[in-house]
T-cell receptor
Framework: NAGVTQTPKFRILKIGQSMTLQCTQD?????MYWYRQDPGMGLKLIYYSVGAGITDKGEVPNGYNVSRSTTEDFPLRLELAAPSQTSVYFC????????????????FGPGTRLTVT | GQQVMQIPQYQHVQEGEDFTTYCNSS?????IQWYKQRPGGHPVFLIQLVKSGEVKKQKRLTFQFGEAKKNSSLHITATQTTDVGTYFC??????????????FGSGTQLTVLP
């Protein structure tokens, strides 16, 4: 199993450009997440999904969009890049049943380092 | 909203010394998880604590969940250079309107001097 894979590893965007960060997991996990990590800080949840076709906002969703058309893929879209979106983006997945929600360990991808100038 | 605070933010120790990081939540947690992130890497799950007062050990690492389920600690005995990294706690509040989110602490960055 490859686990959670993310592409690209690095990207430089100009202000106002758009891009999609790709995330794929091959563990058949139902839950997937997008986090951003600013230098020296913890992880902030952007969006999450509890299954194909279902997404919900996290703590910092503004400026981002997501979709979940399959169990495996959870792309993150930046429509109008701003310098404040310079960060490292991590995708994660976990398996959960019933109402236990995110009580199982999360598996993280290697991250995408994004710079907006 | 819920806040999870971690202290200290940074810790430098000599190899062989002990290390402890503390995690405090503003609300009661249903469980708490700990992750380690090596420099330039991604977070990796270490352990989950669920019960009030629970203590779990992994070799030189001891994890504790407070009686009130609002705080937790990670203690490393006799640190080694392989322990270098940032340690994060992440908790899920009992009263969360969305039962699926973890709130991560800001992390403690550990440096081990040889």
């Amino acid at each position: 199993n490859a686990g959670v894979t993310q592409t690209p590893k690095f990207r430089i965007l100009k202000i106002g450009q758009s891009m999609t960060l790709q995330c794929t997991q091959d563990m058949n996990h139902n839950y997937m997440y997008w986090y951003r990590q600013d230098p020296g800080m913890g992880l902030k949840l952007i969006y999450y999904s509890v299954g194909a076709g279902i997404t919900d906002k996290g703590e910092v969703p503004n400026g981002y969009n997501v979709s979940r058309s399959t169990t495996e893929d959870f792309p993150l879209r930046l429509e109008l890049a701003a310098p404040s979106q310079t960060s490292v983006y991590f995708c994660a997945s976990s398996y959960s049943t019933g109402t236990s929600g995110g009580s199982y360990e999360q598996y993280f991808g290697p991250g995408t380092r994004l710079t907006v100038t | 909203g819920q806040q999870v605070m971690q202290i200290p933010q940074y810790q430098h120790v000599q190899e062989g010394e002990d290390f402890t990081t503390y995690c405090n939540s503003s609300t009661t947690l249903s469980n708490i998880q700990w992750y380690k992130q090596r420099p330039g890497g991604h977070p990796v799950f270490l352990i989950q604590l669920v019960k009030s007062g629970e203590v779990k050990k992994q070799k030189r690492l001891t994890f504790q969940f407070g009686e009130a389920k609002k705080n937790s600690s990670l203690h490393i005995t006799a640190t080694q250079t392989t322990d270098v990294g940032t340690y994060f706690c992440a908790g899920r509040p009992v009263s969360s309107g969305s039962a699926r989110q973890l709130t991560f602490g800001s992390g403690t960055q550990l440096t081990v001097l040889p």
